[in-house]
């Protein structure tokens, strides 16, 4: 314990220290407060440690220089001790037998000193969807492990609230499907943020895996709302009313279909976050030149080839009549998967240059999209070059 706790109290005097986390209780000993956590905050007298103590019913802050006998504080009684800064994650578990198992991670999280600043979020962390899904503790604060997770969440609201103002989807009453839905994170959390904007909202979750419907169903019941669930796979999905789709890291082909399915069902706003990508992979056997020099290297290669598989996605969904954009989900540090392609019905017929370079890709390159197979008829209605 004390080699760890002097490790802990080193990161926290850093000038790379960015947050400290302690909770939980050591076996025979009962600290103060339930949970306590320390950032550094910038004031008119410089940089000092906020440490910020909860009993669960109220919070008390004080500043305090670096110099601070956190040594004392770490030792408090608390079996979970989390430091983060810039660069590093130190977690430390206390056991029953009093040893520090100390484990230590890589991140990349930014120091943030202003003075109680708090970033508005979509949803606060003390919603109810959060406890509901286990993200959160018993003060209403997500909890570390949870901290990406939410995040990703919260960026998601904040993109998908930006495409609610199109008129095709004005009204008393919304319908959104997601495709794809997992333990439903994200399914929850919109309908908890669309319920004070619209009357009525009407959620599917479909996932093909029995366990997840069993799951959401019970934090459906806990949260007393009317949410469905589906056991079936994207492509199964029985045809009905939509007006978002969504579908967050469908693996492979997946993606395809829940865009089909989209289309089909004439969703109004697309909301797709790509996975693991293999049909275009398998597809390419030799490139157009001058692509050579970059598909000469497996991983260049296939780092090309999912972004050529997304804009493909993107440029159909465009000339079928959808306002696409490709934007960054979420930060690198979270996940690897963090493009998003956010499509919104409008109509508008493609140019013929649209459509030109559509057919000059897949010629070039010679592939068949497997998007581009599920939408055939639709697309050889929406590709013809207009003659002058």
């Known amino acids: 314990m004390p080699d760890a706790i002097a490790q802990l109290v080193e990161k926290i005097r850093s000038p790379q220290f960015v947050r400290a986390v302690l909770s939980g209780q050591r076996r025979n000993l009962q600290p103060k407060y339930l949970r306590i956590d320390i950032k550094p905050v910038m004031l008119k007298d410089g940089v000092k440690l906020q440490i910020i103590s909860s009993d669960g ?176 796979k994207i492509a199964d999905t029985p045809d009905q009313k939509v007006d978002i789709a969504i579908a967050l890291h469908a693996c492979d082909t997946a993606t395809d279909d829940a865009i089909y399915w989209a289309v089909k069902n004439d969703a109004k706003v697309i909301m797709a976050a790509p996975c693991c990508m293999h049909e275009l992979q398998t597809q390419i056997k030799e490139s157009p030149e001058p692509w050579g020099l970059l598909t000469k290297y497996g991983l260049v290669k296939e780092r090309l080839v999912d972004l050529m598989t997304d804009s493909l996605r993107a440029q159909i969904l465009k000339l079928l009549g959808f306002r696409v954009d490709i934007v960054e989900f979420i930060g690198g540090e979270h996940t690897a998967r963090n493009i998003l392609i956010r499509a919104v019905k409008t109509g508008a017929a493609p140019s013929d240059l649209d459509k030109q370079r559509f057919h000059q890709l897949i010629n070039d390159w010679q592939i068949k999209p497997y998007l581009a197979n599920l939408l055939a008829d639709e697309l050889k209605a929406a590709t013809q070059i207009s003659r002058s």
């Open 57 to 232: 019913k109220k919070d008390f802050t004080k500043n305090v220089a670096a110099d601070f006998d956190f040594a004392q504080l770490l030792n408090s009684g608390y079996a979970n001790l989390l430091v983060d800064t810039e660069t590093e994650s130190f977690q430390v578990k206390v056991s029953k037998k009093d040893e520090a198992l100390l484990s230590v991670s890589k991140v990349k999280l930014s120091r943030e000193l202003a003075h109680d600043r708090q970033k508005q979020r979509m949803l606060a962390e003390g919603n109810q969807v959060f406890k509901a899904l286990d993200m959160a503790d018993i003060l209403g604060r997500i909890k570390p492990s949870k901290m990406d997770k939410y995040k990703q969440v919260d960026e998601f609201l904040r993109l998908i609230d930006q495409t609610l103002n199109t008129p095709l989807i004005s009204g008393d009453e919304i319908k959104v499907v997601d495709l794809g839905c997992g333990h439903a994170y994200l399914t929850f959390a919109l309908q908890e943020f669309l319920k004070d904007k619209y009357k009525k909202v009407s959620i599917l979750g479909v996932d093909e895996r029995e366990d997840s419907k069993q799951h959401n169903e019970k934090v459906a019941a806990k949260l007393k709302i009317e949410a469905k669930f589906l056991a079936a």
